[in-house]
């Protein structure tokens, strides 16, 4: 993060590539310096995808998800990627889409959105089992304030989730959700907002 390298093993922080490789991207078409800028701008004549990284004991790297969806919740850094990995182990849920939202007292707080299997309702219980689910992978602080079952969570036809729509409802301000009629499921926005918690 602060943009030394780790040296020792095992490591865990931000993905940045010193040297090339046959898959590697090598520029944007028809705008290089854009490529230049998103891509080599954050680290000195390194690669920076956007990802966290671990390395383990032997050296084996594992990506941990997207740097940018990193929410602090009482100080604690933590990446969403790990938080919907966890959830989505449950044996009822489909998919999740994991949000920061404000909190008076953490600063930020973990807003959940659930789809589940069919064959499974929404209950107190449920939701506990999920907490303890996330708990027991990456530790208590990592629980999501709320879970909210939806039916559906909204993606761009190229099948994105649009957490920035997820945010703005979490957040309470849905004033200006933006244009929501390129979305896959752009019905599905209403009925995550009139359920919200």
């Known amino acids: 993060e602060n943009g030394k390298e780790i040296a020792e093993n095992p490591a865990e922080g931000i993905l940045a590539i010193k040297f090339p490789w ?21 680290y000195e004549n390194m690669y920076f995808p956007g990802d966290g990284a671990l390395r383990d004991q032997e050296g084996n790297y594992r990506i941990t998800g997207r740097v940018d969806d ?5 100080g604690h850094n933590l990446g ?3 938080i919907e990995n966890a959830i989505d182990e449950h044996e009822a849920v489909v998919e999740t889409a994991v949000v920061g939202y404000p909190h008076d007292i953490k600063g930020n707080a973990l807003y959940a959105y659930v789809t589940l299997y069919d064959g499974f309702e929404a209950s107190e219980e449920l939701l506990q089992s999920i907490r303890q689910k996330v708990a027991d992978t990456i530790g208590p602080i990592a629980k999501p304030d709320k879970i909210q079952i939806v039916p559906g969570l909204p993606k761009t036809r190229s099948g994105k989730i649009m957490r920035r729509i997820l945010r703005k409802i ?18 599905v926005v209403e009925k995550i907002m009139d359920n919200s918690i």
């Open 170 to 187: 979490a957040s309470k301000d849905t004033s200006n959700l933006g244009d929501v009629s390129t979305l896959l499921n752009p019905d």
């Open 22 to 42: 046959p898959s590697l991207a090598r520029t944007i078409y028809g705008d290089h310096e854009r490529y230049k800028k998103v891509y080599f701008s954050a």
């Open 70 to 74: 990193v929410v602090i919740v009482s």
């Open 80 to 82: 969403t990627a790990p």
